[in-house]
Structure formats: C-alpha cells, structure tokens
C-alpha cells in the first residue's frame, strides 16, 4: 500500500488545489432554508410548545389535577419507595423493554386512544410520552425483582392424586 497510498503532502496539495471557501459558502447557503415541503409547514404561534394531547408518542407529563408541571422545580419531592430490586443496573430501556402487549396496561391505554395492537410498536419508540411509559414499567418479562418473593411451583392436580 505504500507505493500507492499518497503522502501527506500530496493530501493537502490535492485539498489546497480543489476545495475552496467559497464552495462551502455556496452549497450551505440555504441549508437551513428546507425543500418545498418544509417551507409550508405553518409554525404554531406563540412561545410555548403545542402539545398534541392526543399523541401517544409524544406528551408531556401531567399532575393529579391535569395541570403540567413540575414538583422537582419547587423543590418538594414526591414519597419515593423501592419498587424493583433486581441485583443489576437498569435504565429506562431496560425497565420497559420490548414490544406492548396488547393484555398489558400500556396496551390497554393505546387500544383506549384508538392504535390497533399491530401499531403498537416498541416501548423505546413511544418513551416520549409519560403516560405510556409509566404503563410500561417494569414490562421486561426478563426482570426478576428480589423484593418479591419468586412464585412456588405446584404440580398438576393430577400428579397430586397419584401420589
């Protein structure tokens, strides 16, 4: 490869020699102007973003009385308690991961809000809606949480009366 690869030299000549300023100046001097179809998109007025209340996409988290906020920002914390111990470091992702079932509370509240089970798609791709998400906790039917005891196997009733 050495006989064929150019030099360092020969990198920068070739660039200084082909590639100017005023290129760039010109293929990126609309880059933020959009095709046709951005250009009609109507921007909402105001300084607030225009949630769509009806997305189960994306949301924003509401409180008890429906308002939108924040308790952090007061600085008041809610009660915190431990609901999963599992022994490993879990995030989001791992907490709610794979497909809504459509038998699950996530499920159920999309079906509410007209999405058929076959748009359910992934948890990951509606995580920007609170009221999936809070749903979709702990739905990972791989987590075992230690906090709660592990169920008991019992035989068949069958196998009992043989016995």
């Not at 690869?5 to 290129?23: F, K, L, Q, V």
């Not at 005891?149 to 043989?162: E, K, L, N, W, Y």
Request: proline content about 7%; charged content about 25%.
């Amino acid at each position: 490869m050495k006989d064929i690869w150019p030099s360092e030299r020969e990198i920068h000549d070739s660039i200084a020699g082909s590639i100017t300023a005023g290129m760039y100046r010109e293929v990126y001097a609309g880059v933020f102007d959009g095709d046709a179809r951005w250009q009609a998109i109507t921007p909402p007025a105001g300084d607030r973003f225009a949630w769509d209340d009806a997305s189960t996409y994306v949301g924003t988290r509401r409180t008890s009385t429906g308002s939108r906020s924040n308790p952090l920002r007061r600085g008041r914390l809610p009660a915190l308690a431990c609901w999963l111990s599992s022994g490993q470091h879990h995030d989001g992702p791992h907490l709610s991961g794979g497909q809504h079932q459509a038998d699950s509370p996530a499920g159920k509240y999309l079906q509410e809000r007209g999405v058929q089970p076959k748009d359910f798609n992934q948890y990951g791709a509606r995580r920007g809606n609170h009221e999936v998400m809070m749903r979709g906790t702990f739905a990972n039917i791989r987590l075992k949480n230690q906090l709660v005891p592990a169920p008991r196997a019992v035989s068949p009733p069958s196998c009992r009366a043989a016995r």
